[in-house]
């Protein structure tokens, strides 16, 4: 199998993110929309065999910084390299828009992209207790 990544539309990424569990389908596309606002966004989606598979979804923070908010690989296409492919292709895609830093939030009951982003050089910097300790939410960064 092999993954593609390429751009991709809000209403693309959406429709995925309806569709991967842990996620609950929490916000509509109003509310990409609007967390998104006018920043510099970029969207991603990965396929297999030309289905959808995965996406990611991030935008601007500060001038250098770039925010890795939303992304998720359908249980379907789980454990065949989609989220290191979306990883390593936003990363791409940063550093050359001049990006020098990734930020990425994740909780702890999310242990396959902690070991990821960890296994990629993220750096734990700030953890924010909120519910039960599998809710707490780690900060995690990545010089480009």
Request: hydrophobic fraction near 40%; include cysteine.
């Amino acid at each position: 199998m092999t993954v593609m990544t390429r751009h991709a539309t809000l209403k693309e990424i959406h429709t995925l993110y309806q569709q991967i569990p842990e996620f609950g389908g929490l916000h509509s596309l109003a509310d990409l929309q609007r967390r998104i606002g006018p920043s510099a966004c970029h969207l991603l989606l990965a396929e297999i065999d030309g289905q959808p598979a995965g996406f990611k979804l991030g935008y601007q923070t500060q001038e250098k910084v770039f925010y890795s908010w939303l992304g998720g690989v359908l249980p379907a296409f789980r454990r065949h390299g989609v989220a290191q492919a979306l990883l390593a292709e936003q990363e791409r895609w940063a550093q050359a828009q001049g990006y020098r830093q990734v930020r990425v939030k994740t909780r702890n009951r999310f242990q396959p992209m902690l070991m990821m982003l960890i296994g990629n050089h993220y750096r734990i910097v700030q953890l924010e207790k909120k519910g039960e300790v599998a809710d707490y939410r780690l900060l995690l960064e990545k010089t480009l």
